[in-house]
């Protein structure tokens, strides 16, 4: 419908006001835009504009996993806790307390999925029976939970968040080790194309005799975790302060990162454990092995505001912008402005599918822009006294680059502005 381009109908208000209890300024950035709402510590709802972010995130990781033949599946969040029995994994995760867990009414214990091998290996004996059908590859993008006990920095530390969990199933270890390079391969190019700058670094800690298993990390500003970097030969680990790096001896730069994705190679430990066998070209009976592949899809948006966000609040790439053009009637109460500004609208929406929205709030010109240029949206086209000659004024955020452009040119003039930006 119509009205869902007017920036009337979408809840989204912006807060001078500094929000209390948010320590990281992504977190407040985010409150202040009303990108999310709290309804209990750690649990959020996400605005339509946060949500489309989220969206086209999430488009570019199916794209580059669907690419090296990756089938997304959905799996139930409600897990029942016997199949952890099995794995022999309940114990651990009950005793670090965070696992969420609850009853039904026939007091059959269940908990809610924070990762999904159990559940994967339990689909994949009742599937799997030969090796004809190795090797494949399953993922899905979902809501994970976490019972934390001091869930903090909005959406990097919170009791449910959306995340890609992905899982590789091979015959042998030279078969998972292919699918690790090449989901490698495929989540440079998913952090590239989010335009996230990143460090990738081994992490073998806790890892059940996995041969590969790296993080991927953003830079940030303020960050959940500290590090120690070296320029020279990449060596990163968990460290406060900066010594010399222990494999080449150069100085080490100190970091603060988010944690993006985690990789490992979690071979055929849990599939033998329980049962998941297949049965060689010879008959005889082996574990598969499988690699284990995780993104943290809601941390995304904080990494981008975190990297891209100036004195006038969030920025984006302008792929991934929650606003991508904004048309502007200087006064929201001249029919003839708005009738106009909307016509560009609709014709912009249409020919490129940009994320388009006609800002007719019933605020000042002046405090609508702020509002935009706060959101970050990267294109507004100014709808004012010009009108009477045919045009329009076109800028970049922030007042930037701005131009009188005739209306009937406005396609090309947005055409040429954001060339070579994929959709
Ligand atoms: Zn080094």
């Known amino acids: 419908m119509e009205f869902s381009m007017y920036l009337t109908s979408l809840p989204l208000r912006v807060e001078r006001e500094i929000p209390h209890d948010t320590k990281a300024r992504s977190h407040r950035l985010m409150v202040q835009a009303g990108f999310i709402q709290q309804t209990s510590a750690g649990i959020f709802s996400f605005s339509t504009l946060l949500w489309s972010v989220i969206r086209r995130i999430e488009k570019i990781i199916r794209e580059e996993l669907n690419a090296i033949g990756f089938q997304e599946l959905m799996m139930p969040a409600l897990q029942p806790t016997n199949l952890w029995r099995e794995s022999g994994r309940l114990e651990h995760f009950q005793r670090e307390h965070t696992m969420l867990s609850l009853r039904d009414r026939k007091d059959q214990e269940f908990c809610m999925g924070s990762t999904y091998e159990e559940v994967l290996i339990d689909l994949c004996r009742h599937f799997v029976s030969s090796y004809r059908q190795l090797p494949f590859r399953l993922y899905q993008i979902s809501e994970k939970f976490r019972d934390d006990l001091r869930p903090r920095f909005g959406l990097v530390r919170a009791r449910q968040f959306r995340m890609k969990d992905g899982y590789s199933f091979d015959l042998n270890e030279g078969g998972m080790h292919v699918a690790y390079q090449e989901t490698r391969e495929a989540y440079n190019k998913i952090f590239e194309r989010c335009g996230i700058s990143f460090v990738v670094f081994s992490d073998l800690r806790g890892s059940i005799g996995s041969t590969f298993a790296e993080k991927y990390m953003a830079r940030t500003t303020e960050g959940e975790e500290s590090f120690i970097h070296c320029t020279h030969c990449n060596f990163t680990a968990n460290y406060e302060g900066s010594p010399y790096c222990p494999q080449c001896h150069a100085a080490t730069e100190p970091l603060t990162a988010l944690e993006l994705g985690h990789i490992f190679e979690l071979g055929p430990h849990y599939p033998e454990k329980m049962g998941a066998l297949v049965a060689d070209n010879n008959g005889r009976l ?18 981008i505001i975190e990297q891209y966000m100036d004195d006038c609040g969030m920025n984006w790439p302008f792929h991934l912008a929650p606003i991508q053009i904004a048309v502007v009637p200087v006064m929201p109460t001249n029919e003839n402005q708005v009738s106009a500004a909307s016509a560009i609208a609709r014709t912009i929406k249409t020919t490129f599918g940009f994320e388009t929205y ?66």
């Open 286 to 303: 082996s574990p598969i092995w499988m690699g284990d592949f995780g993104i943290g899809v809601s941390r995304i948006p904080v990494a």
């Open 358 to 423: 006609v800002d007719n709030r019933a605020q000042s010109f002046g405090s609508r822009l702020k509002d935009l240029d706060f959101v970050g949206s990267q294109l507004q086209i100014v709808v004012g006294d010009r009108l009477d000659n045919g045009e329009v004024d076109v800028q970049q955020r922030n007042g930037l680059n701005k131009t009188t452009v005739p209306i009937a040119n406005i396609v090309t003039t947005i055409e040429n502005l954001t060339k070579g930006v994929h959709q």
